[in-house]
């Protein structure tokens, strides 16, 4: 699960980036406000890569998300793009964790098996 969240994050991460650009070109919003509430999402999908494993960092990256949504209220290209984002969140957690079920029923398997080609005696 870890693999496929950090990679939607990072992916948060650039598309956070570009949407600052974007909202810059807005007259009612100020450089120093864009760049301060962009840099913290950006710092937060760099900090959730290595918080998955704990409790409450997939509700932490679900808290992303719905900020990330939210963010089209500056630039509404972002209501679709937090909606990508979202599925590709809850696609990621989703088949993430059946794939370390699958690699826990394996590792037991390969266990309970011992050692292959192991000669005895």
């Not at 990256?61 to 990330?68: F, K, S």
Request: hydrophobic share 55%.
């Amino acid at each position: 699960m870890r693999t496929l969240c950090s990679s939607t994050l990072i992916g948060e991460f650039f598309v956070i980036g570009f949407a600052a650009l974007v909202a810059m070109k807005d007259p009612g919003l100020s450089t120093t406000a864009v760049w301060t509430v962009s840099g913290v999402a950006m710092l937060l999908c760099v900090l959730l890569c290595g918080m998955l494993n704990r409790p409450g960092g997939v509700a932490l990256g679900w808290a992303l998300q719905i900020a990330l949504i939210a963010s089209g209220l500056a630039v509404p290209t972002m209501y679709f793009m937090g909606a990508v984002f979202a599925a590709l969140w809850w696609a990621s957690v989703h088949f993430g964790r059946k794939v370390d079920e699958a690699k826990a029923r394996f590792a037991a398997q390969a266990a309970e098996a011992g050692p292959s080609g192991s000669v005895s005696g």
